[in-house]
């Protein structure tokens, strides 16, 4: 058996999953184990356990609330059953180190690796670190981070900026694929709508309400999140999807400008391919805020357009799409000026620098 392996964590959305993804194929490539400590139920272990390569492990996880619920009183006692659980697995795999890409499943198994002496790396994707990276920091040998403004937040010895890391598949988008799957053409320019991985209810509304103006000039891709089809729609040029996977990388391929929430993985997938991009970022209501700085870091760097959540209305939205168009070769040029910091293969050196 390889002596090779590693465990990697990280759920409860994809953009907590996506990192893990672009890395994990490398590992695979090179003849290494890999494991996937997971939620039983969550969008990590769709994404990630039909993977060839890897064995996924489910344990309990608990989850943050931003309001009163009973559940709160007993999250606490699924998170120690979570730690006993990935100290078993961790045990039984002895990996040479635990990549974690954060959300709150992702906190008892980079406990357990500390206890069992495992180091562990953790990605944090947003402008400021979520609470489940915060606690998982105190027992991680480094965080990795994507805004160099991150690191004010974290301890100084373990914080190292590294840009983003974007999947390489999505660089190999197909246009003839893009047209055959949609049914749409290259004569018209396309909009593609993403609420972020799960779908965004406010923005579902919004572009729906605005089809009639966007289909006159653009064709609509809309990613409207697993439940939020609106299956009374049937115009030409408009197609939604719940969640697509392998065929993103071609609807990017055929999209000219998104519109999009302000997820950190999202955009910065948006700026790697150069798509002019109009971000509804979620709003500190239902949030720490974190999309909000992440948006506002874009629109200062001259790539994207912000609306906020609250003045979200189909006049607004189309205004904005309007600007963008116009202002199409300079977002462009902003983008192209764009360097990553660190490529996927740095991190990957990284990690093995760091293993046991
Ligand atoms: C509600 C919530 O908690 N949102 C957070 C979550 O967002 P969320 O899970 O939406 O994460 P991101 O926007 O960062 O990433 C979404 C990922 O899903 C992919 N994708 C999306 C739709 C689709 O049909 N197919 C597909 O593959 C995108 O290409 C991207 O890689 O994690 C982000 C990264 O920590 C945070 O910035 C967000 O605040």
């Known amino acids: 058996m390889s002596q090779n392996k590693l465990v990697f964590t990280g759920g409860g959305t994809a953009g907590h999953v996506v990192v893990n993804l672009a890395l994990m194929p490398q590992f695979i490539n090179e003849g290494y184990e890999i494991h996937y400590i997971g939620s039983y139920e969550g969008i990590e272990r769709e994404l990630v356990e039909g993977m060839n390569g890897v064995t996924y492990h489910g344990i309990a996880t608990g989850k943050l609330r931003r309001y009163m619920s009973l559940e709160n009183m007993k999250d606490p006692f699924r998170v120690l059953k979570g730690v006993m659980q990935a100290r078993k697995i961790i045990k039984q795999v002895k990996p040479r180190l635990v990549f974690s890409k954060g959300g709150f499943v992702s906190v008892p198994v980079v406990m357990a690796s500390r206890m069992a002496g495992v180091p562990s790396i953790i990605h944090e994707s947003d402008y400021t670190p979520g609470l489940a990276n ?80 966007l289909l006159n000039q653009y064709q609509v891709i809309h990613l409207c999140g697993k439940g939020k089809l609106d299956d009374s729609i049937n115009q030409e040029g408009y197609v939604q999807y719940e969640y697509v996977t392998d065929e993103l990388k071609d609807l990017l391929a055929l999209s000219n400008f998104v519109i999009s929430r302000a997820g950190a993985n999202a955009i910065f997938e948006f700026l790697a391919l150069k798509k002019p991009m109009v971000l509804i970022p979620l709003s500190s209501q239902v949030s720490r805020g974190d999309q909000i700085l992440n948006a506002k870091s874009f629109e200062k760097r001259g790539y994207a357009q912000v609306l906020e959540d609250e003045e979200v209305t189909m006049d607004s939205l189309v205004h904005a799409i309007q600007e963008l168009k116009q202002n199409e070769t300079t977002y462009k040029q902003n983008m192209e000026a764009y360097q990553p910091l660190k490529t996927k293969d740095d991190v990957v050196d990284l990690i093995k620098n760091t293993m046991i």
Do not use: C, W
């Not at 105190?138 to 890391?165: C, D, R, S, V, W």
């Open 134 to 213: 915060k606690i998982a920091t105190n027992f991680a040998k480094y965080i990795l981070t994507t805004f160099p403004e991150t690191n004010e937040h974290l301890p100084q010895k373990k914080a190292i900026n590294i840009g983003a890391i974007v999947r390489d598949e999505l660089f190999d988008g197909d246009l003839n694929r893009a047209e055959e799957f949609t049914g749409f053409t290259r004569e018209k320019p396309t909009l593609l709508v993403m609420g972020g991985s799960a779908g965004a209810q406010s923005i579902n509304e919004a572009v729906r309400s605005a089809l009639p103006q």
